[in-house]
């Protein structure tokens, strides 16, 4: 075989990944059927074991939109743990609050309601671990703003860096072109960084990995 995966490895590790949670199940079918963007199962999982593992105290994430992956980080967090999140969609932040509500996780999860831009300079405090899922033009400013926040050996988590493949394709559809040029763009600038251990890893959408040295 010259492939570790082929589509009847791919079916059988997706129905290794049944998800018992009826929130989190329900949160999924109402993004798919609304073109709702959340983290891939996959990726949403090894979020949750990175967090696990590292059990942060203090989490922001740079867009909320539904509160999916809020919800998966702030379950997986210790008594002291806090998810601070950032959203600026109107509809998206009823939507959040009535879905964190609904997981009973209002004393573990803090939601800004606003331009991220605005918000994270006013932000006193660091952060142990950062997830990183706006606007994808907004990256490289989001990025900056992240570092700053970040605490020395923190982590950094971001999300989408493969961009549907087409980050390592020659063939972009034109809808995607502009989108894959600021990732691609992204990607390098991640990568670089000499304050930072990094990797982008073949995970969902493409994960980009760093800790901050």
């Known amino acids: 075989m010259n492939k570790i995966l082929y589509p009847s490895q791919l079916e059988y590790l997706k129905s290794m990944q049944a998800e018992p949670d009826e929130i989190i199940v329900e949160l999924e079918e109402f993004a798919a059927k609304n073109n709702v963007p959340i983290l891939s199962k996959d990726s949403a999982k090894f979020l949750e074991i990175l967090i696990?593992?590292?059990?942060?105290?203090r989490v922001l994430e740079l867009g909320t939109a539904i509160a999916y992956s809020s919800i998966r980080i702030a379950r997986c967090l210790g008594k002291k743990g806090i998810v601070h999140t950032i959203e600026k969609s109107e509809d998206n932040i009823?939507?959040?609050?009535?879905?964190?509500?609904?997981?009973?996780?209002?004393?573990?999860?803090?939601?800004f309601e606003g331009n991220a831009f605005d918000i994270m300079p006013k932000l006193?405090?660091?952060?142990?671990?950062?997830?990183?899922?706006?606007?994808?033009s907004d990256y490289k400013r989001l990025f900056d703003y992240s570092m700053i926040l970040l605490k020395k050996d923190g982590i950094i988590?971001?999300?989408?860096?493969?961009?549907?493949?087409?980050?390592?394709?020659?063939?972009?559809?034109?809808?995607?072109?502009?989108?894959?040029?600021?990732?691609r763009e992204f990607n390098k600038i991640f990568i670089s960084q000499k304050n930072?251990?990094?990797?982008?890893?073949?995970?969902?959408d493409g994960i980009g990995l760093g800790i901050k040295l």
């Open 52 to 57: 696990t593992l590292m059990q942060p105290k």
């Open 94 to 111: 009823r939507a959040a609050k009535e879905n964190i509500a609904k997981a009973s996780l209002q004393n573990k999860i803090i939601l």
């Open 124 to 136: 006193d405090k660091k952060y142990d671990f950062i997830f990183l899922d706006a606007d994808k």
């Open 157 to 183: 988590f971001v999300d989408n860096l493969l961009w549907k493949g087409y980050t390592a394709s020659s063939k972009v559809p034109s809808e995607y072109r502009l989108s894959t040029k600021i990732i």
């Open 196 to 204: 930072l251990k990094t990797t982008i890893l073949p995970v969902g």
